[in-house]
């Protein structure tokens, strides 16, 4: 021993009482480093019966034959008794048929009540619902519940008919109806009706623009949500009868205009043509094809 501690304290440069202390921890480390596999070797690993029951019961799934579940019987005996796990549909399966693949009295009880209510079962799955029923159990029978694993798909595609929103004549429409659209009140409401009447009624949406304090933004819902009905008639003026006045009362006649076409008119007779307005110099052709739905000839 004495000469043992003269090589340790030659080779690590210990003092002595360090090389005491090492002598007395090595044993203690080479005892701490070989008593598990000691342990493992002097003690078996045991295990309780009933989890031997439960290992069963699992090893016996593994057996299962998923591309032919049906063709297999698998014979299994527990600490209970026997059960046979059989292809079965459990919309159809009986009572004794349940009790055979080890269905518990209580869980048999509960499915043909399910059943007995109009309950159905439509995909494995399906028998996770039920009350009392064991995911473990269920894992086991999985391979021979004769039903799909997913619900089909259907192949017609269900068709929502669409609300077709109704159009309304523009020319007929009144404040409330014109206040559905999102951007109008009660003031650009009134507004665009008192346009209307002072034309003589809407020829064309486009004309819609012309309210004042409607934004481009609003202008294309209203197009959207009201039409012209077709072939209507607007207010008109006669244009060989009207006087100055009159015709300047119209959004598209400025007053210079309605008396020049008065002055001529006094001068030359009677139009016998609208396009004879034309002669006068201050209507344009832009100007005529504007102001046109609204004048007559006739009496």
Known sequence: MK???????????????????????????????????????????????????????????????DSSPSAKTVENTIDTGS????????????????????FTKFQMERLIKYRAKGGRFAVKSDLLKLYGMDSSFYHQLYAFIDLPKTKTK????????????????????D???????????????????????????????QQVKEVYGLDSAVVKKVIQKFRVEEGFLPRQINVNTADAFALAKHPYLKKNVAQAIATYRFQHGAFTHLDDLLKIQLVTPDDLARIKPYLTLNP
Do not use: C
Not at 156 to 173: G, T
């Open 83 to 102: 059960y046979a796990l059989f292809s079965f549909d459990p919309n159809k399966a009986t009572e004794q048929q349940l009790i055979q693949l080890g």
């Open 154 to 173: 259907p192949n017609e595609k269900l068709v929502i008919p669409q609300h077709k929103e109704e159009v309304v004549d523009i020319n007929k429409a």
């Open 175 to 205: 404040t409330t109806q014109l206040k559905q659209v999102y951007g109008i009140g009660s003031k650009l409401a009134q507004r665009i009706i008192n346009y209307r009447e002072k034309l003589g009624g809407f020829v064309s949406m």
């Open 3 to 65: 000469r043992l501690r003269i090589l340790i304290r030659a080779a690590v440069g210990f003092s002595r009482s360090e090389t005491n202390a090492f002598l007395i921890l090595l044993p203690l480390l080479m005892l701490i480093i070989f008593s598990q596999p000691l342990y493992r070797k002097l003690v078996p690993l045991t295990i309780e019966a009933q989890d031997t029951v439960k290992l069963n019961r699992i090893l016996a799934t593994w057996k299962w034959n």
